[in-house]
C-alpha cells in the first residue's frame, strides 16, 4: 500500500485570494500515481479555499451559524469552473485510487454543511472526514489548527459551540481592510499579505510595501485599527469570554476608550516581538506528545469530534496548517517515530534569510510525502518538494 499526502493546496475561485496556480505540476503528480497499484491520495486539509471565496463574501458579514446553514454547491461549482482540468484529473485518480479529503479550518464548512460534502463527494468521489488514522501501520493525519487557539472551535459554559476568531476575523478584514487595500494596490500585494510566513511578520512587511509603494495612507495602522474594531464586536467579544476569561478586564484597557488606538498598537507590536524570539514549530511539539502519549483529547477536537481519541499504535504523525514543510525523527522508547508537516502548495512570502533588511521573497514548495510499506513489517517515508520559487516586485 502507498499513501499520498498534500496540504493546503488552498485551490480557490479565481478570486484574489486565489492562490493556486499549480495546475498543471499537481495533475501531473496525481497521474504520476495514477499507474501505481494499491494507492492512495491523503489530503491533509484545506484542500479547497472555502473561506475567503466570492460566494461566502456575498453573504456579507453573517453569523457562523447563518453562513455554515446557506452555503450550497454554488461554493464548490465556482471553483471547478476555474481549474476544470484539475477536477477532471482528481476524477480520472478516483475510479481506480481512494482519495480521502481531511477537513481544516479553512473548509470546515465542508464538515458542517452536509449539502457542500455531498456536493464535493459527487464531483471528486472523495471520502470527507475530520481526521484520518490508519491503525495497521499506525499513522494519523490531522490538518493541525485544532492545537492552534485562534483557529480551533471552543465551548461556552452552557456547551453552546463557539467558532474560532480566525474565521470571524478572515471574513471581516475581507470587508473592512482587503477591499480597501485593493483600490490602494496591485491585485499581487493583497494576496501576498496573506501569505506572510511566520503570520506575524506581516508587520514588517506592510513596512516593506509603503517603503516601495507611495501609497499616501499607513496600511500597516491602518491593519491594527481594524484588528483593533474587530476585536470590540459582539463575536470577538464573546470568543474572548469564552477563551480569556481573566483577561477580559485587560481587553477593555486597549480595546476601549480607554486605552485606545495607540496603546492596542503597541501591545500588538510588542507581542510580535516576543513572538518572534519564541519561534518554533509548536505543531512539531504537539506531535511529539501525540507519538508518546498515543491520544487526543476531546477538548482538542472540539467541532470535529466528540469523546477522547485513541491511538493504540502510532509510528507516524502528519499535520499541515503552518504553511511549511517538516519531517522529523522523534525517538519514543527506544524506537523511531516520524513526523510530517506537508506544507502548503499556496505562495509564501517570507523574509529573505530571514531578515528584514533584505526584503521579502514569494516562493513556492509544492511539498508532498509517500508513506508505504512494501515489506512485512517495514514502513518506508518518502518526501519531495517540486520548487517553484519567485521573487516579489518590491525586492
Known sequence: ???????????????????????????????????????????????????????????????????????????????????????????????????????????????????????????????????????????????????????????????????????????????????????????????????????????????RVLEVYDLGVDILELWISTFLKMMQTVEARMWMKENFPYLRCLSKIFLNKWGGITLGSLLIRATMKIRGARRSDYLFKRAKKLLKEGKIEAQEMIGYADGDIHLPKLNVVVFGHIHHHAFRIVPVKGQNRFYINCGTWRPVVEKVNGRKKYGFQKKAELFYAVVSVPREGDLEITTNVKNKTSKSKFL
Not at 482587503?178 to 499579505?193: G, K, N
Request: net charge negative; with cysteine.
Open 1 to 207: 500500500m502507498k499513501q499520498i499526502f498534500i496540504s493546503d493546496l488552498h485551490i480557490g475561485d479565481g478570486s484574489a485570494k486565489d492562490d493556486f496556480q499549480f495546475d498543471d505540476e499537481l495533475i501531473e503528480l496525481l497521474e504520476h500515481f495514477e499507474a501505481q497499484p494499491d494507492t492512495e491520495l491523503v489530503i491533509v486539509g484545506d484542500g479547497l479555499e472555502l473561506l475567503e471565496n466570492r460566494a461566502v463574501k456575498d453573504f456579507g458579514l453573517v453569523s457562523f451559524e447563518t453562513l455554515v446553514s446557506s452555503l450550497d454547491g454554488k461554493v464548490i461549482s465556482n471553483i471547478e469552473k476555474k481549474h476544470p482540468r484539475l477536477f477532471e484529473s482528481f476524477r480520472k485518480f478516483s475510479k481506480h485510487h481512494r482519495i480521502t479529503y481531511i477537513v481544516g479550518n479553512h473548509d470546515y464548512y465542508l464538515l458542517a454543511n452536509q449539502r457542500l460534502r455531498e456536493e464535493l463527494v459527487d464531483r471528486l468521489n472523495c471520502e470527507v472526514v475530520p481526521y484520518y488514522y490508519n491503525e495497521e501501520i499506525g499513522l494519523l493525519a490531522l490538518h493541525g489548527n485544532q492545537f492552534d487557539l485562534i483557529n480551533k472551535f471552543s465551548r461556552s459554559r452552557d456547551g453552546t459551540l463557539v467558532p474560532p476568531l480566525g474565521d470571524y476575523l478572515a471574513r471581516y478584514m475581507m470587508f473592512h481592510f482587503d477591499e480597501y487595500l485593493e483600490s490602494l494596490v496591485p491585485e499581487e500585494i493583497l494576496s501576498d499579505y496573506d501569505n506572510v510566513r511566520p503570520s506575524l511578520d506581516v508587520f514588517h512587511w506592510f513596512e
